[in-house]
């Protein structure tokens, strides 16, 4: 008997088989009802080895093979019985997911193989009949069009339960295919526009006072976070008039220059950005400014404020107006104009009605709190994280300042500390003191924090007056408050903290001196300020110092100490404008008078801490770098080089302050370089000329400087 092959199809079997001689008969029964019934028959000759039987309904059907040695010879034997089942079709159904996959589902009899094909014949999916008799699988990803879908059920072990009687069992009866059930594909849809995120983006304009703007004054507007490209458009409202237009660069920021036109009417106006690009909802933001009417003639100022509220985030503020230093000359930027215009009449008075537009950036709240020159005055870590080519331009600034301002006013003010005493032993001295200033002196011997916080106070009153709107406000008051808390931290928490660290560490006595002189400077700096209507121009003052005892042992630990507070302050300043930052990256849109005081203290803080440390580290006599580099100037490059980097990048403004100088660049160049000649001068006299102030002789715990500013 030859071996019998079967292959089976939907609802259809097929045997074959190799014969070198005879002829196999195959007769198939069907044994559904439990009784055998002949269906067909089929002879397997030499030339015709395969039959195939179908289409077969659902159900047992068997399977009876017969052999006989010679073809033609109807003496046939019986050598095989098999059995097999054809399912019922399953049911079926279809859909189309999201991503375009296909999904298909159903019911079938548990166990058995489910399996899907396209009407061209390839494969969808498979899956097994749960227990439950229901199945499901998914197909792959198809382009948009119409397809159709039949499933077949494979016996794959369940036809086992119908067993016949000496037969063997074969698996794999397929039934009949399924209805078709017919899927349509979309194509995608189009994607409508895109809403840009209101709070992912916003913008500011720079160089003037948004409160007091005159006609044909120039100012920047600059913005940031938008999508590559878009095209951006600034107009000036009630009466719309284009003030300029510009394209949204690779890096999401945009940024043009604008001027006030002639004939637009004074009053309360709106700058309006509007951007706009193919797939964006057009999106736009707003700034209120009030334009002032020709001479300095106060505007014509409704009772209410325009009820449209700019929504755009505030940013630092190009139009740097730092805090003021009081051991440092640092020269800012002056605002553009003049002359100080009166506060509008009407319903705004107090501090509103004078500060209310001090170049606050677009998204600022209608009602937030008045500014002063500390508000926003230093760069954010963010912003310099976003516009990290701007620090090119910072360095340019900076060195600048260093070399024309700041180290000159520094060399006066350590001239000063160095010859203090001469100074003092010129003034005039009453032959008897009064009984109270007697009483005073000793008090303040006792108690020296008090003398301390005396001078703060004085200091950072005469500070607020380089605001031009310095008076009886509550930004007024800020300012005073945020100065005296920054004097108080960076010229007397450091060095009292250094003078303890000295103590336990070296055995170095350290003091804090007092030297009330150095207001003179102060003033002098605000005077200047205010007459070349710098903001706030420059601030030197020196007003309190270290001395250390002068023995060879003590001077041989100077290096520590200065190293010690240059730690601190630098400490000082970074940790203030890490919290700056955060604080105006998480501010609310109303501002109070605490987050707001303690917003310019930080920016005050900053400042002072990394602008003193700049000039005081420089290797020059008087400056407490000549102690650190004439120790090991290794060690001094690597300080003063962490210290000139954070300054640079945390406390210089960028490029675009030059800008707005206008042609006044020239007479601020000027003044600059004379002030450094007049400070270099006397620097130079004291250095060379006078006879030392310390003789030979003295004895050896004299106390004297180790630095010339808090």
């Known amino acids: 008997m030859p071996p019998v092959s079967y292959t089976f199809s939907p609802a259809a ?32 000759y030499q030339s015709a080895p395969d039959c195939h039987f179908g289409p077969l309904a659902a159900g047992t059907w068997e399977l009876r093979a017969h052999y006989t040695e010679h073809a033609f010879d109807d003496d046939f034997r019986i ?13 079926m159904t279809a859909g189309v997911n999201d991503d375009r996959t296909l999904r298909f589902s159903g019911g079938g009899v548990a166990g058995d193989r489910v399996v899907v094909t396209g009407s061209s014949g390839d494969r969808a999916c498979s899956a097994t009949v749960d227990y439950a008799g229901q199945w499901s699988c998914a197909g792959d990803e198809r382009d948009p069009g119409d397809y159709a879908f039949t499933a077949v059920q494979v016996d794959v072990g369940a036809g086992a339960s119908h067993g016949v009687d000496c037969a063997t069992y074969v698996r794999g ?53 938008l999508p590559p490209g878009l095209s951006t458009a600034v107009d000036l409202h009630s009466t719309p008039v284009r003030l300029g237009a510009t394209t949204v660069g690779a890096d999401g920021s945009f940024s043009l220059g604008a001027s006030v036109p002639g004939d637009t009417v004074p009053g309360h106006h709106q700058v309006i950005v ?69 506060a509008p009449t009407g319903d705004q008075g107090g501090s509103g009605a004078t500060d209310a537009g001090r170049a606050q950036p677009a998204g600022a709240p209608a009602a937030a709190i008045a500014p002063n020159i500390l508000t926003n005055a230093i760069r954010t870590i963010q912003d310099i994280l976003a516009h990290p080519q701007k620090v090119s331009g910072s360095i340019a600034i900076g060195l600048a300042l260093i070399i024309f301002a700041t180290l000159p006013a520094h060399l006066l003010n350590a001239t000063i500390s160095e010859q203090y005493e001469r100074f003092a032993r010129r003034l005039p001295k009453p032959k008897k003191p009064p009984h109270w200033l007697e009483a005073a002196t000793a008090w303040l011997n006792h108690e020296p924090v008090v003398g301390v916080l005396s001078i703060v106070v004085v200091t950072a009153l005469l500070f607020g007056f380089a605001d031009p709107t310095f008076g009886f406000t509550l930004a007024s008051l800020r300012l005073f408050l945020a100065c005296a808390i920054a004097l108080f931290f960076v010229g007397y928490v450091a060095n009292a903290v250094t003078m303890v660290i000295a103590h336990r560490q070296w055995d170095v006595d350290v003091a804090i001196s007092v030297r009330p002189l150095g207001l003179i400077l102060t003033v002098v700096g605000v005077v200047l300020s205010r007459f070349l209507h710098f903001s706030p121009g420059f601030l030197v003052g020196l007003i309190l110092g270290l001395t250390i005892a002068s023995s060879k042992a003590m001077q ?13 302050l630098l400490t000082f300043g970074i940790a203030a404008w890490g919290a700056f930052s955060v604080m105006a990256a998480e501010h ?26 700049v000039v005081v580290l420089l290797p020059f006599r008087f400056l407490e770098g000549e102690r650190l580099y004439q120790h090991s100037k290794l060690l001094w490059s690597g300080v003063y080089l962490v210290a000139l980097t954070a300054f640079l990048v945390a406390v210089v403004s960028w490029d675009g302050n030059w800008e707005v100088l206008g042609t006044a660049f020239w007479l601020w160049m000027l003044v600059v370089v004379l002030f450094g000649a007049l400070c270099l001068g006397v620097y130079l006299y004291f250095r060379f000329w006078p006879p030392p102030l310390y003789v030979e002789g003295e004895p050896d715990d004299e106390q004297v400087p180790i630095s010339d500013e808090a």
């Open 173 to 225: 009866g397929t039934s009949a295919p399924s209805g078709s059930v017919m899927v349509t594909v979309a194509p995608p849809a189009t994607p409508g526009p895109i809403t840009i995120d209101p709070n992912s983006w916003s913008f500011g304009i720079f160089g003037v006072d948004l409160g007091h703007l005159h006609l044909r004054d120039h100012f920047t507007i600059s913005g940031r976070g």
């Open 13 to 44: 079997v097929s045997t074959f088989g190799t014969l070198e001689h005879g002829a196999t008969g195959i007769d198939l029964y069907s044994a559904s009802d439990g009784h055998a019934a002949l269906t067909r028959s089929c002879v397997w």
């Open 556 to 568: 041989a630990s100077a290096w520590k100490v200065v190293l010690t507070r240059t730690v601190i």
């Open 79 to 91: 050598g095989k019985a098999a059995y097999f089942v054809i399912p019922d079709a399953p049911t």
């Open 588 to 613: 609310a849109t109303e501002e109070s008078f605490g987050s707001a005081l303690l917003s310019e203290t930080l920016v005050a803080v900053t400042t002072e801490s990394l602008v003193a440390l």
């Open 274 to 342: 509007t951007v706009a690009g193919a797939g964006y909802v057009t999106a736009t933001k707003s700034v209120n400014v009030t334009i002032l009417a020709p001479e300095s003639a106060p505007a014509s100022v409704p009772a209410s404020v325009p009820a449209s509220v700019p929504d755009a985030i505030p940013e630092a503020r190009p139009l740097v107006a730092q805090a003021p230093l009081p051991f440092a000359a640092v020269p800012f930027v002056a605002s553009h104009g003049t002359a100080v215009v009166p």
